[in-house]
């Protein structure tokens, strides 16, 4: 079974996306931290990132992968546990500028269909473009959104609570920045996939979302073992 997730930053996807799978028992992907992996990469390359020849030769020759240690999904880059490190605000906006880059898709899209259908009992993913590009026939397509201002405002107190000092107003103008560039690019902007469930949840609280969703997948796999 396939589950995407897609939707701007802040709106919660990553944080259902692993409770949706935990409770399935499902692999858990989380697309934007192999973008933001890439992001790390070109920053320690001391390459700009909209060197689009440069930035494709450092995704070539680096090493991504992802490893469950106790539970819980770590990116690696190289060898190198960078989960912590790929969440600082810089990142993401260096993954958002290399995210447009078409090879840099290619590349990434071909390594997380591979994860998600090597997966034994199936896979929720949580992107941009998974529902779109990456898995267009999805079993259940999520398409999680909030308005700017609630999802800068969860973005804010996550990175409080990562030791991550920004302030509200930064993290706003930084959702808004992003939420321009990832709709925007000419390769595989962010839309809401054909036939996804839309879930605006500015003004749901996490389990209420993630009740609404479990929901909607047991009502159709009601038959199934799930
Ligand atoms: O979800 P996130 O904030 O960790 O993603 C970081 C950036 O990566 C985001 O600005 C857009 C890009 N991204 C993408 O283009 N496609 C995906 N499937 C996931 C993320």
Redesign the pocket.
């Known amino acids: 079974m396939i589950i995407s997730i897609d939707g701007p ?1 802040g709106a919660g ?2 944080t259902l996306g692993k409770m949706i799978a935990k409770e399935l028992g499902l692999l858990y992907l ?7 992996a890439v992001g790390l990469a070109v920053l320690e390359a001391g390459i700009g990132p909209e060197d689009t020849d440069s930035v494709v030769k450092v995704v070539r020759n680096t090493k991504i992968e992802l490893k469950e240690i106790a539970g819980e999904l770590r990116i690696f880059l190289n060898d190198i546990d960078v989960s912590d490190q790929v969440r600082k605000a810089e990142i ?1 906006q260096i ?2 500028i290399v ?1 447009s880059i078409p090879e840099v ?1 290619r590349i990434l899209v071909e390594k997380q269909r591979k994860i998600g259908l090597s997966s034994e009992k199936g896979c929720v993913l ?5 529902g779109t590009v ?1 898995f267009p026939d999805a079993d259940f397509k999520f398409f999680l959104t909030a308005n700017p201002e609630t999802r800068a405002r969860r973005r804010y107190e996550e990175n409080l609570q990562r030791g991550i000092t920004t302030t509200y107003e930064e993290t706003l103008a930084e959702i808004k920045e ?1 939420d321009i ?2 709709t925007s690019r000419e390769d ?1 902007p962010l839309r809401i996939p054909k036939g996804a469930i839309l879930i605006d949840t500015s003004e749901m609280g996490l389990k209420e979302v993630f009740e609404r969703m479990l929901e909607i997948i047991r009502k159709k796999t009601s038959t199934s073992r799930i």
């Open positions: 930053s996807k990553s989380d697309t934007g931290a192999m973008y933001r993401g993954a958002s995210s898709r949580d992107g941009r473009d998974i990456v992003r560039r990832d595989s």
